[in-house]
């Protein structure tokens, strides 16, 4: 997504988009005041006791995709802070892209529940949103951590986080500006997110699925957001 806006047409199904530097990748996710206000003053979400690393915690590049998960912070009082998260790109093309599988392979080969627990990190793909929440013809990752890799990520002190940002009051401007009708001024103030270099193959190869706007069809996150 650029300020020229919106991407071209031709996205392949699967692809990462993402607002990265050589340093760092941002991935957002929305949390409960209790959760979010010291994970942001304090780079750190293992300080807060309301974090919960006994679940699965769920990341996601996309701006819009976050908007549209939590209604632009207005959806619940659990979503009602939006945190982008900077993470050390070694950490997260080793930790997270490296060790990820898809959510149906692993039902696939596990064939239980319980099996489906075995990995610490899984991807599933939905569609992904505009500035407005429709959907797009292409696919936004969703990334889910869990087990000693949320652990890593949550603790501050472990390099895999750069930086967090409280971005609740950009949510909330766009989103005052598209009620207002005013969505090329909305598309303005969106961050410049491009293709990120690595993704890798095993993550790409899920079975085609129509692109459709009815939730009911989306694979629902299991959830801490």
Known sequence: INNDNQISDEIPLFQIRAHFTEKFIRVYQAYNRKIA?????????SIGPDFRLNRTTWIK?????????????????????ILAIDLDREWFDARILGEAVLVHRQKKRGGSQDDNRIKDVIVQWDPERDVTLSPKPYRSIQIGIRGATVKAYANGGSGAIVNIQDMTEVFHEIHGLIESGKVEEAMELLPIETEYPFLPDSLVEAPPQRIVSNDSTRVEEAKQS
């Open 37 to 45: 206000l010291p994970a942001a003053r304090q780079k750190d979400f």
């Open 61 to 81: 590049p996309s701006f819009c995709w976050m908007a549209y998960r939590a209604g632009y912070g207005f959806k619940d009082e659990n979503q009602e802070r």
